[in-house]
């Protein structure tokens, strides 16, 4: 598909533009894959701390996304330029405009739904999903091959979750009997997923014992990730791979959960948290905080130690 470039900045009014409007761009690449080459049918971006690395006469591209102070840095490349205030941002609207991948309203062969269960329009559902009873999935939503979604849960609107997860089974949830054994709690609640959320491939997440876990609004969750009974995890969070969060933990709006990240169980996540790689968590946090290391704590408190430590060494 030929995109001409004057379609494309009609787009973005509030961008400044630096070349040849009619030309056409087929292509979205990586600025080091352009670098050394001619691909004048393709867009790219590039950030400012880049800029004072690269040679200009090395580019050769049909559309350079780059803020001012970079345009001023690199402006005699090849390439027609698209100045924005936030490079990063116009690019990832311009991928979203034109390359997105638009799935076919669709229930593969393969899939196995249950009679009961409820599905709204424009869903593609790919194959060997298993959707068992009485589950609610609403519209504009794309469940991928291999994912099993267990009784009941319900889905909102323009969900996309990837492939080989599985939602709302029962959580790792037991008590000692009378002979001391160990013996399953049941799952009475169930999995609540809410509108734009998108959950990446290798995912598990637990149904409530008895309230429900629930997903927020426009909520990203990344590969390998475990997120345990009766978790909330509020809106506009990213949950990044291999991260754990423990049953009954409430995850604040507008969190950032690193890679790797632990989170004890019925821990309450402040909204604007941010943690670092590999943080594990023990203990409530306050709002637009920065939790780090093991046990985690706040960037302030890890300077202070980092001082102290460095006067005992003396």
Same mark, same amino acid.
């Given at each position: 598909?030929? %995109?001409?470039? @004057?379609?494309? +900045? ?18 979205? =690449? $990586?600025?080091?894959?352009?670098? $050394? ?5 393709s ?6 701390k ?8 090395g ?33 990832v @609207? ?41 589950? =609610?999935?609403? !519209?504009?939503?794309?469940? #991928?091959?291999?994912?099993?979604? /267990?009784?009941? =849960?319900? +889905?909102?609107?323009?969900?996309? +979750? ?6 709302? !089974? ?13 013996? #399953?709690?049941?799952h009475?609640?169930?999995?609540? +997923? @809410? ?14 014992? /008895?309230?429900?876990?629930? %997903?927020?609004e ?26 754990? %969060? ?29 943690t ?14 920065l ?11 890890? @300077? ?11």
């Amino acid at each position: 598909m030929k %995109i001409r470039i @004057k379609d494309v +900045i009609s787009k973005f009014p509030e961008c400044e533009f630096h070349g040849n409007e009619l030309e056409t761009i087929e292509n979205a =690449t $990586g600025l080091h894959e352009a670098l $050394g080459n001619s691909l004048k049918n393709s867009i790219s971006w590039i950030s400012d701390k880049f800029t004072d690395s690269i040679e200009p006469g090395g580019i050769n591209l049909g559309l350079l996304v780059l803020s001012k102070l970079s345009y001023q840095k690199i402006s005699s490349a090849n390439c027609n330029f698209l100045v924005s205030e936030n490079p990063r941002s116009t690019f990832v @609207k311009i991928l979203s405009i034109y390359f997105k991948k638009n799935w076919s309203q669709k229930i593969e062969s393969s899939a196995i739904i249950h009679p009961s269960v409820k599905i709204g329009s424009n869903c593609y559902i790919g194959h060997h999903v298993v959707v068992e009873e009485n589950c =609610t999935i609403g !519209n504009n939503n794309v469940i #991928l091959h291999n994912t099993t979604i /267990l009784a009941n =849960t319900v +889905i909102g609107n323009n969900v996309i +979750i990837g492939c080989n997860n599985t939602i709302g !089974n029962y959580g790792f949830g037991y008590d000692k009997d009378s002979d001391n054994d160990y013996q #399953l709690m049941q799952h009475l609640g169930k999995v609540v +997923i @809410k509108d734009n959320v998108e959950i990446h491939n290798n995912t598990c997440i637990d149904r409530g014992v /008895l309230s429900d876990t629930e %997903i927020h609004e426009n909520v990203k969750i990344d590969n390998l990730v475990h997120i345990a009974h009766g978790v909330v995890v509020e809106r506009n969070s990213l949950v990044i791979a291999n991260a754990m %969060i423990g049953g009954s933990a409430r995850i604040g709006e507008n969190t950032w959960i690193a890679p790797s990240v632990s989170i004890k169980n019925q821990i309450h996540i402040a909204k604007n948290t941010n943690t670092g790689i590999g943080a594990v968590i023990l203990k409530d946090t306050t709002e637009n905080s920065l939790m780090i290391g093991n046990p985690a704590i706040t960037m302030d408190e890890h @300077k202070k130690w980092s001082e102290a430590r460095k006067r005992f060494l003396k």
